[in-house]
Nanobody, 114 residues
């Protein structure tokens, strides 16, 4: 079992920045994907950014050039710059190990005011 604990959400004005953190309860050597999804009110959950275990990253088109995902030890981060009101959502940490079930964090609210 792996617990994912997110932090860093909050309220920010448009154009501002936030950094989300997701700490895993244990270290692991490999995974298929590790990163962030988001769900805006009335919309389906969608990928924001993930790190691929095979190498590289994958970003939603709407966040390219503004968001950066990176990891250090057992924590994955999402640096969000030039935030827009349409970035308002609950952001969920996601982990898909090589073997076994996928994991989700409890979610952290990001609200961008215009």
């Amino acid at each position: 079992q792996v617990q994912l604990v997110e932090s860093g959400g909050g309220l920010v004005q448009a154009g501002g920045s936030l950094r989300l953190s997701c700490a895993a309860s244990r270290s692991f050597f490999s995974y298929n994907a590790w990163g962030w999804y988001r769900q805006a009110p009335g919309k389906e959950r969608e990928l924001a950014a993930v790190i691929l275990g095979a190498g590289g990253t994958n970003y939603a088109d709407s966040v390219k050039g503004r968001f950066t995902i990176f990891s250090a030890k057992n924590t994955v981060y999402l640096q969000m710059n030039s935030l827009k009101p349409e970035d308002t959502a609950v952001y969920y940490c996601y982990l898909k190990p090589i073997i076994g079930q996928e994991y989700w964090g409890q979610g952290t609210q990001v609200t961008v005011s215009s």
